[in-house]
C-alpha cells in the first residue's frame, strides 16, 4: 500500500501527488510549535506547522526563522521533505542548514530520533541530513528541531537596473564577494520585471527611459544589528553597483519593497497566469549564470520557444519559465536545459525538488552508478518500496 | 581484504587504524590543490591536502577555509571523513557546512561525483552529506570541492576570568544570543588554563590576585571587514561580559592571543603530558552545559577520578580530560559521562568521531533501531563490509 505524507501541498515537483490506490498522511492537523528555545536558539515543530505559524511565534521573542521559499502557507515537514530554499539562502542556507534534528518514522513502524538541539555532532551517519530533501521516499518527519537566528532590526532594498542580463549576471559574484553579506539577491530579466509589477499593479517609481534601456534588474536586500553600519553597506554597495554598470539605483522604500519581493516570490504563479507550460529552477556554479543563461536563450531558439527568468542570483540558482505547447518540443528543450546546466557543473534543481515533474530527466540525466547507490540506500530504509513510491527514484 | 583511507592521521578516535590484514590507502602524495575559482569562493582538493597548505594557498587570494581542527597538518581527507570541528565552528559551522561536493570511490570500484560548485541542490539524496562524517566505512573520497569566504582584515581576543565554571557555562548563550557573532568562543577550567600556560610557558600578564580567584575563563574572538564596527564589538561585548559576572577583561595582544589560542589547540597533548588516560568531546545543547559539568563534577567524585576540561563553548561541544588509571572504573565512568550527555539530549562525539575509541559506548547506548538502519545503509554503500571493518558500527 504505498504511503505518501502531505503537508501543504505547495510544493512544485509534485513531490506530495498520492500513487493510484495508496494513501496520503496528511500533517495539516499535526501542527503544534512544540518549543521555541530561547537559550539554544532552536524552535521544535510538527510536521504540519506553516512558515506563517513560526514566523508569529518566534517573532515575539525576537528570533526569526530565515528560510523563505516564497509561499507562507508552506509547511515545515514539507520543507524538510523537499528542502526548500527562496530568497533568503543566500545568506542563510536552505532548509538543510538549519535542521538540527528530526523524528521520523520508518516504513517498518519503528521510530527513530536524529540529531538533536546541537550546533555539531559526529556520531554516527548523518541520517538528519539524509532524510532532508528525499521528498518522504525513505522516512515520513513527526518533528524537527530548527536552528533560530536573531532579527535584525534593520532592513534596506536596493534595485539595480542594468542594460543586459549578462551584465547582471556579471554582477552576482562581485556582490557575493564583497562582504556586504546580502540579505537577498535576485536577478528578473526585463520581460519578467514587466510581468510581476504589471500583475502586482506595482510602481517603482522607475522612469520611463529607465524602463526602456534595462533589459534586467538585480534586486539586493541588506540587513543589519546597526541602522549605521547598514547604511554604510548601501553606501558601498551602491558603488559597487554603479562600478559594474548600473543605470540607475533605487533605495526603494519599505512598502514598495515589501511589495516588489512578494511579487517575486509570486513570479512562478504569474508565469503560469501568462501561459507559460513549465518551469525549472536548475542550479549552476554562481559564476556561470552568463554562460549558462546565454546556452539557455540558444536553446529556445532552436527549438522556436520562449524562455524568460528571475532567481536566486546569489545561489546559482536559475528559475526559468518555459512556453512551448507542444509537449514533446518541449521535453526535448528541457532536457537540452538540463543537459547544459550539467555541463556547466550544474544539476537539475537547486530547491523545488524531483518530484513527479523532472523525475524521468533526473533518472535518464544522472550516472547509473549513482542512481543504482541511492536506490539501494532506498532500499535500506523501504525494503518493500512503500513510501512515495512514484516520486524521485520510482519506476 | 579490509581497506582504511589515511590522511594525515591527526585523528583522536582511531578511525585511520587499520584492521589486521588489511591494506591502508594513504593519500599523502595525492596532495594537490586542483583549484581556488575565486569568482565562486571554492576550492577543489585532493584529500592529501593540509589545512596548513589550503590556508597558504587561500590567503593568497584573500580568502580563508575557516574550519580549524587544532592540527594544521590534518588532511582535508581527513576532515571530511571525520566531519573534523574545531574553535571557529561557533561562527562557520564545521567540515559538513563547507564540503559542496565530492568525488568518491564505492568498494564497487565505481567512481561517483556528488554535488559540484553548488550553493544548493535538491537534486536526489544528499550522497556528500552521508559520506562526510561516515569514517571510511562507506567510499573513499578522492576529491572534495570546499566553500571560502572572504579573510577579514581585523581580529581581536578578549579573555575574561569568571569565579566558577558554572558563571561561564551560563554566559555562553548570552554571548552567542548578542549578536557580536564571535569566531572563537571557548571556555576554560582553572586546571586547564593553568596548566597550557604553563607547558607552553605563557605569560597572559593577568595579577595573581585574579589568578586565585578565577576558576574558569571565558576565551572570545572576534573578526571584522572594518576596524571600528570591531571596535564597537568589543565594547559591547566587554559590557555584556562585566554585567554576567567576570572578574576582569583582558583585551590580549596579537601575539599573546596567537598563543593562546595555539595552546588551547595543544590542550589534548597538555593532557595526555599531564597523564590523562581518556579525552572525550560530549555535545550538548549549549544552554545546557552547566547541567552537564555538574554532572560530570558528580560523576567524577563517585568514581574518585578527575575530570578536567576545556571546550567549544559557543557549540556545546564539552571537552573532558578524564584521569583514572582502572580501566573498568574509566569504562564505568565515561558510560555515565555519555549517558549524563545523551539524557541532556547530547551525542558521545561533537566532532572527533566514533572511530574505534568510542565505539563500544555508540553501539551499546544508540537506539537499536538506528543502529540497524545505518548497518543497513552501511551494506548500501558495501555489501561485503571492505570500508574500514573495525571502525564505528563494526563488530
Known amino acids: 500500500m504505498p504511503v505518501t505524507a502531505r503537508g501543504s501541498a505547495t510544493g512544485l515537483s509534485g513531490a506530495c501527488e498520492p500513487s493510484a490506490g495508496g494513501i496520503v498522511v496528511s500533517f495539516e492537523r499535526m501542527n503544534s510549535v512544540l518549543e521555541i528555545d530561547t537559550g539554544n536558539h532552536v524552535a521544535i515543530v510538527q510536521p504540519g506547522v506553516t512558515l506563517a505559524d513560526l514566523d508569529l511565534r518566534t517573532a515575539e521573542v525576537g528570533l526569526t526563522y530565515p528560510v523563505s521559499p516564497g509561499e507562507l502557507s508552506a509547511s515545515l ?27 521520523a518514522v520508518l516504513p517498518s513502524g519503528e521510530v527513530i530520533r536524529t540529531g538533536g538541539k546541537l550546533a555539531k555532532a559526529s556520531t554516527g551517519y548523518d541520517l538528519t541530513q539524509l532524510i532532508i530533501g528525499s521528498e518522504g521516499t525513505l522516512a515520513v518527519v513527526t518533528e524537527a528541531t530548527l536552528r533560530l537566528y536573531p532579527r535584525p532590526p534593520h532592513q534596506a532594498t536596493v534595485l539595480a537596473p542594468f542594460h543586459t542580463v549578462d551584465e ?17 539577491l535576485e536577478y528578473l530579466d526585463g520581460f ?39 547604511d554604510e ?4 554597495l551602491g558603488n559597487l553597483l554603479t562600478e559594474l554598470g548600473s543605470i540607475d539605483l533605487y533605495v526603494l522604500p519599505g512598502p514598495s519593497a515589501r511589495r516588489l519581493v512578494e ?37 529556445a531558439k532552436r527549438h522556436s520557444s520562449l524562455v524568460f527568468g528571475c532567481g536566486h542570483a546569489g545561489d546559482g540558482n536559475v528559475h526559468l519559465a518555459v512556453f512551448q505547447a507542444d509537449e514533446a518540443v518541449r521535453s526535448a528543450l528541457l532536457r537540452e536545459l538540463f543537459e547544459a546546466c550539467m555541463k556547466l557543473g550544474g544539476l537539475i534543481s537547486g530547491e523545488h525538488g524531483i518530484g513527479r515533474s523532472k523525475k524521468s530527466y533526473f533518472l535518464q540525466l544522472t550516472d547509473p552508478a549513482t542512481i543504482e ?12 518500496g512503500i513510501l512515495n513510491p512514484g516520486v524521485l527514484l520510482g519506476s
Chains 1, 2 share one sequence.
Open 77 to 103: 515537514g514539507g520543507n524538510v521533505a523537499t528542502n526548500a530554499g527562496g530568497m533568503r539562502a543566500v545568506r542563510y542556507g536552505v532548509t538543510r542548514n538549519q535542521v538540527l534534528g528530526l523524528e
Open 263 to 299: 511579487a517575486r516570490e509570486k513570479a512562478f504563479w504569474t508565469s503560469k497566469a501568462a501561459g507559460a507550460h513549465d518551469i525549472v529552477d536548475t542550479v549552476v556554479p554562481r559564476a556561470a549564470i552568463p554562460e549558462f543563461l546565454s546556452a539557455a536563450a540558444d536553446i
Open 233 to 236: 553597506d548601501i553606501e558601498q
Open 373 to 384: 547507490l541511492m536506490r539501494r540506500v532506498k532500499t535500506a530504509f523501504d525494503p518493500d
Open 192 to 230: 519578467t520585471m514587466a510581468a510581476i509589477t504589471h500583475s502586482q499593479d506595482l510602481d517603482l517609481g522607475i522612469p520611463a527611459q529607465v524602463k526602456e534601456k534595462a533589459q534586467a534588474y538585480l534586486l539586493v536586500m541588506l540587513e543589519s544589528g546597526h541602522a549605521q553600519r547598514l
Open 168 to 184: 547582471v549576471a556579471r554582477a552576482v559574484p562581485k556582490v557575493v564577494n564583497s562582504g556586504v553579506a546580502p540579505l537577498i
